[in-house]
């Protein structure tokens, strides 16, 4: 129903005029404000609060952080549910509606509609595109504005070693490689095994010979950057995912995929259209946060965490006020 509180307001004081018993007074002002307050109410109904989550990862988690204080600051009352679980758990509650928004990356929607191979995924804008059309044609998931970074996998070489030999790209890797320069790297059975490997020295034209290699039981990245850090059996180039921060403490340089051999995994915020269209300010909090992300930046941050012990939630909050992004 709909109330017009101009009309209810001059109904109550013709009243007024027509009766100037002192005694009427309180119950009619007593109904007039009943009357507005009941017009407020039928006019702002209550949004439901906005459910914000992440993977387990440290960068899932203090980003997620970061947009529910974006949304809290901007007057879009949320609910956490941090690290809920692995990208299966998360995406599966995004799409059933158990939460509303997540940091997704964009290269894991080759895997969403089984077309990993597609070379969409190896560009930033054309796997975003593609991504974000498949999923809102499917599942009326908006992907919001990304961050023109990737975590990708990649090869990081120690510092020292890549001023030494000029080593800034994948190409002049391979160079290095193939020139006889003594290369020890630090991997995976995966990356080694697996198709990743072969894929970079089938594009960049260069071959590890097996004693080049040290592959580590579980491969995690922390243990391949360790190892470089610590020069284990010669090691000076690691498997690491781009964003990782470990890198930064071990003072290594992630070489550049000059040549777009592996997929980009941009962060990107996912969320359901019927949440946005709730809250369509959403966005525009959330794009200067994402367009402030470099790979250096999310290095360090993650290395707050990871390595220094921080609370990713207290990262974020950090990070936002030196950016000046909270309101």
């Not at 109904?31 to 507005?36: D, K, P, S, T, W």
């Not at 928004?101 to 895997?111: C, D, K, M, P």
């Not at 980009?264 to 996912?270: E, I, N, S």
Request: net charge neutral; glycine share 8%.
């Amino acid at each position: 129903m709909d109330f017009d509180i101009g009309s209810i307001c001059q109904s109550e004081l013709d009243a007024l005029s027509d009766n100037r018993q002192r005694s009427l007074a309180v119950p009619i002002l007593t109904r007039l404000l009943v009357a507005v307050a009941l017009a407020l109410t039928v006019s702002a109904p209550l949004r439901a609060a906005v459910v914000v989550s992440s993977k387990l990862s440290s960068e899932s988690a203090m980003i997620g952080h970061m947009i529910r204080l974006l949304l809290n600051a901007g007057g879009i009352a949320t609910v956490d549910r941090m690290t809920l679980g692995a990208t299966p758990v998360v995406r599966k509650a995004l799409l059933s509606g158990e939460i509303d928004i997540y940091v997704e990356y964009t290269g894991n929607a080759g895997f969403f509609f089984n077309i990993p191979a597609d070379p969409a995924w190896k560009d930033f804008r054309k796997g975003y595109a593609l991504g974000s059309r498949l999923d809102y044609a499917a599942n009326r998931i908006v992907w919001l504005t990304p961050a023109n970074v990737s975590n990708a996998w990649a090869l990081a070489v120690r510092g020292d070693v890549a001023h030494e030999n000029r080593l800034r790209t994948m190409s002049d890797f391979a160079r290095w490689v193939m020139s006889g320069g003594k290369v020890v790297l630090a991997c995976s059975a995966e990356f080694a095994n697996a198709g990743s490997l072969r894929s970079l020295e089938k594009t960049y034209g260069f071959t590890m010979r097996s004693d080049q290699l040290i592959v580590l039981a579980g491969g995690e990245t922390s243990a391949t950057i360790g190892a470089a850090a610590a020069r284990t059996n010669g090691t000076n180039v690691a498997m690491v995912y781009g964003t990782d921060g470990g890198i930064v403490a071990a003072n290594l340089l992630v070489l550049e995929d000059d040549r777009h051999d592996q997929p980009v995994y941009a962060p990107v915020p996912t969320v359901r259209e019927a949440a946005l269209k709730a809250n369509p300010r959403i966005a525009g909090l959330v794009k200067p946060l994402m367009g402030s992300f470099t790979r250096e930046t999310l290095q360090q941050l993650n290395a707050r965490v990871q390595v220094n012990g921080e609370s990713a939630q207290s990262v974020a909050q950090d990070y936002l006020e030196r950016k000046g992004l909270l309101q």
